[in-house]
């Protein structure tokens, strides 16, 4: 199995890429979405933050106030990541791809390869969020200092995608992308799939019996 990387910084373009990830038959497996329902009311998740923080961690809804929880919900995040991947090799599925904002903060990209970082220069990142969200360029430079800088990010990765420029640029390039993340599996990624793991399963079983009759 091929687990691809997918990160990003806040209007960078990362949510775009993963669609076109999905547009092309290659599923997704999104850590916000995860996060969301790890943490929906009434689930495991939601009992064990309520029980540890108390009430005050909840918005008038019920529902947990994720930005206040922070990095503390991490541990169910990743498990429920991992069992999303673990549905998707139980279908068969050779490559996923891993959409998660927080890829190297949460440690996680020890777990993919290739690790695919969608960059933008900073003016364009400042831009795009100030038109997208409606807010004061003060007020985007904040949150986009709150993270790791995209610099830092794409010297962490195997492949960069460049997305200061148009739609359709974003487009050309991503094909380029997706034929590296298509290429053939190495021996490695096939014994970690799901058919991989069968061919290993038969193969022991035929060697067990071989043994038994020469015996």
């Not at 090799?89 to 050779?94: H, L, S």
């Not at 003060?138 to 195997?158: F, G």
């Amino acid at each position: 199995m091929r687990i691809v990387g997918l990160t990003g910084g806040i209007g960078s373009g990362k949510s775009t890429v993963s669609n076109l990830f999905k547009a092309h038959g290659i599923p997704v497996v999104d850590a916000d979405v995860v996060a969301r329902n790890v943490l929906k009311k009434g689930t495991g998740g939601w009992r064990k933050v309520v029980a540890a923080f108390g009430d005050e961690i909840l918005l008038p809804n019920g529902e947990v106030d994720r930005p206040k929880l922070g990095q503390v919900t991490g541990p169910y995040i990743s498990s429920g990541i991992f069992l999303e991947v673990f549905k998707l090799w139980m279908k068969g599925y050779k490559i996923i791809v891993l959409d998660v904002p927080l890829l190297f903060e949460a440690k996680m990209d020890k777990w993919t390869k290739p690790i695919i970082v969608v960059w933008v220069d900073p003016d364009t990142q400042l831009q795009r969020l100030m038109e997208r969200d409606g807010t004061t360029a003060e007020d985007a430079k904040s949150r986009i200092n709150a993270q790791m800088p995209l610099d830092l990010k794409r010297t962490k990765a195997d492949i960069v995608i460049d997305n200061s420029g148009s739609l359709e640029d974003l487009k050309e390039h991503f094909r380029e992308v997706l034929v590296h993340v298509r290429k053939p599996l190495t021996w490695t990624e096939f014994g970690l799939s799901r058919d991989g793991a069968l061919v290993a399963f038969v193969s022991i079983l035929f060697g067990v019996i071989v043994c038994r009759k020469a015996l």
